[in-house]
């Protein structure tokens, strides 16, 4: 399995971007998505998440500005991020738990997409 993450670049403060995470490989289900981001020298922080059943928890920063969904068909997740500020600057990551077809097993475990850069500038 192997997680895509793309959407991120620069925008203006109060501007919006949507990131995508695209799941590949023998997938049977995806039990639980999220999204994270980090700042050079500090802690990975929880941006928001998304359960099977569809719960979504977000970072008392985000709320009312980030909506993660996700569209089961496609194996993708989203997080549509609007009202920007700088201090949402940040490398952002995908994490799922996905269950995966592994030879005759199957395979629950964790998967982190490799980070997209976004830039909010003032």
């Known amino acids: 399995v192997q997680l895509q993450a793309s959407g991120g670049g620069l925008v203006r403060d109060g501007g919006s971007l949507r990131l995508s995470c695209a799941a590949s490989?023998?997938?049977?289900?995806?039990?639980?998505m999220g999204w994270y981001r980090q700042v050079p020298g500090n802690e990975r922080e929880m941006v928001a998440t998304?359960?099977?059943?569809?719960?979504?928890e977000y970072g008392d920063s985000v709320k009312g500005r980030f909506t993660i969904s996700r569209d089961n068909a496609r194996n993708t997740g989203f997080l549509q991020m609007n009202s920007l500020k700088p201090e949402d600057t940040a490398v952002y990551y995908c994490?799922?738990?996905?269950?995966?077809?592994?030879?005759?097993?199957?395979?629950?475990?964790?998967?982190w997409g490799q980070g997209t850069q976004v830039t909010v500038s003032s």
């Open positions: 998304l359960s099977y059943t569809g719960r979504a």
């Open positions: 994490r799922e738990t996905v269950s995966s077809y592994e030879g005759s097993h199957m395979l629950t475990a964790d998967y």
């Open positions: 490989g023998r997938i049977y289900s995806i039990d639980h």
